[in-house]
T-cell receptor, first 114, second 115 residues
Framework: AQSVTQLGSHVSVSEGALVLLRCNYS??????LFWYVQYPNQGLQLLLK??????LVKGINGFEAEFKKSETSFHLTKPSAHMSDAAEYFC????????????FGQGTELSVKP | EPEVTQTPSHQVTQMGQEVILRCVPI?????FYWYRQILGQKVEFLVS????????KSEIFDDQFSVERPDGSNFTLKIRSTKLEDSAMYFC?????????????FGNGTRLTVT
């Protein structure tokens, strides 16, 4: 069964520093991959997604993620962190034949220090 | 931008009581979902719904749970007799497509507390 693993439940960076949030999926057939962000007391907002085509995907708020099949990874990056990036980030996978049944990672809380 | 709305934002209920969580999906979406997140745990799929019937459900979604689209706009999750372990954040989502190319749009969630 598909599983998604996010390394690090909590990541702390300084403002202006690189943000790197790690995500690995388990299936041998690459799924569709997503990153969602959850700000306090809000719902899950889509940051970006990979379905097919270019493996480097750009999303909102300056985030991007690269799909690496050889590493079964879909890490999220942002060159320069902003205080407003502080939130919980979820990686999720979706198998082709399973409609909207997203499989989520456990989430990574990002803190940004001034 | 259209959004999924959920009410109430917080529901407190006593064990054994019935609760109904309400959702208004995006108007032109046809696929509807419920997910939940127990505090400190992963977001988990509960059920998907299309064309007035359940498409898929997880093992969590037992006989105590039901979903309904009572009219053209609302999508509800009913828990018949709540248990302490039902305490969680419940998210509704909708999509315009069933396939992986469709994006799930989530509501802000309803935090259910069972005492």
């Amino acid at each position: 069964a598909q599983s998604v693993t996010q390394l690090g439940s909590h990541v702390s960076v300084s403002e202006g520093a690189l943000v790197l949030l790690r995500c690995n999926y388990s299936s041998s057939v690459p799924p569709y991959l997503f990153w969602y962000v959850q700000y306090p007391n809000q719902g899950l907002q889509l940051l970006l997604k990979y379905t097919t085509g270019a493996t480097l995907v750009k999303g909102i708020n300056g985030f991007e993620a690269e799909f690496k099949k050889s590493e079964t990874s879909f890490h999220l990056t942002k060159p320069s962190a902003h205080m407003s990036d502080a939130a919980e980030y979820f990686c999720a996978a979706l198998n082709y034949n399973q409609g909207g049944k997203l499989i989520f990672g456990q989430g990574t809380e990002l803190s940004v220090k001034p | 931008e259209p959004e999924v709305t959920q009410t109430p934002s917080h529901q407190v209920t006593q064990m054994g009581q019935e609760v109904i969580l309400r959702c208004v999906p995006i108007s032109n979406h046809l696929y509807f979902y419920w997910y939940r997140q127990i505090l400190g745990q992963k977001v988990e799929f509960l059920v998907s719904f299309y064309n007035n019937e359940i498409s898929e459900k997880s093992e969590i979604f037992d006989d105590q749970f039901s979903v309904e689209r009572p009219d053209g706009s609302n999508f509800t999750l009913k828990i018949r007799s709540t248990k302490l372990e039902d305490s969680a954040m419940y998210f509704c989502a909708s999509s315009d497509r069933a396939s992986g190319g469709g994006t799930l749009h989530f509501g802000n969630g309803t935090r259910l507390t069972v005492t």
